[in-house]
């Protein structure tokens, strides 16, 4: 296992998209065919290593290489229709950190300066990455944190999670996330590793599929995770 402390352990609220078709050179009008499904994503980060190496220009991923939460369902793309008018709920020990729309912080986001959006599209991922390499079925990819999605943004006000912490991502018509920070020592810096006993996803625990029947006839999976 590999152990990282850290006093801003930040969680990050995104969408995994799961590909079901490789390919190479693939435009983006064809690129829903290659996507299976979605589920939720969070990629946890370590904001002052993050800090750090961004200084010396290496970019982001030393505060990311350890440890993220998947899942633990996915909803193929025929069921969950378009990426816009989902509700977007993350919690931290049950308390909601932010509740809004995904049209809403991506599309419509006033911080976000004109002609700019938040995050590209997975048409638009599949076009630019098919380019260069290829891509292959089984692979998620992280669309990038939804504005709001993470405490790094709020800056002095900030909660970073502490030991014991339950984080939960959820998108509506799709997965929840959920996940419980753990150390041996809670009065101390937060110590997480992938497999290690200080950190583990929780994404396992007494999960069930949930058929809900909708006003439109329609089908809907969503995820209902026990404790």
């Not at 590909?19 to 980060?45: Q, W, Y």
């Not at 909601?96 to 300066?113: A, G």
């Not at 599929?209 to 329609?218: D, E, G, K, Q």
Request: hydrophobic letters at 35%; glycine letters at 10%.
């Amino acid at each position: 296992p590999r152990l990282v402390l850290s006093p801003k352990m930040d969680y990050e609220a995104e969408i995994g998209f799961v590909l079901g078709k490789g390919g190479r050179d693939i435009e983006a009008a064809k690129a829903p065919g290659h996507l299976f499904g979605v589920t939720i994503f969070n990629d946890f980060s370590a904001r002052d290593i993050q800090m750090i190496a961004g200084k010396i220009g290496m970019g982001p991923a030393p505060g990311k290489d350890w440890a993220n939460a998947l899942g633990p369902c996915i909803v193929t793309r025929d069921e969950f229709g378009d990426l816009r008018d989902q509700a977007i709920v993350v919690r931290v020990n049950n308390e909601e950190r932010l509740r809004d729309r995904y049209r809403n912080m991506v599309f419509e986001n006033p911080w976000v300066r004109e002609g700019a959006r938040a995050l590209w599209s997975f048409p638009e991922l599949v076009e630019f990455l098919s380019r260069f390499q290829p891509i292959r079925a089984g692979e998620v990819w992280g669309s990038g944190t939804i504005p709001g999605g993470c405490e790094f943004e709020r800056g002095d006000r900030a909660r970073y999670l502490k030991p014991g912490d339950r984080s939960r991502s959820r998108l509506k018509e799709s997965a929840s996330s959920r996940t419980r920070s753990r150390a041996h020592d809670p009065a101390g810096p937060l110590a997480c590793g992938a497999e290690s006993p200080l950190w583990h996803a929780n994404t396992h625990s007494s999960a069930r599929m949930i058929l809900c029947l909708r006003a439109s006839a329609s089908l809907r999976y969503l995820l209902q995770t026990a404790s």
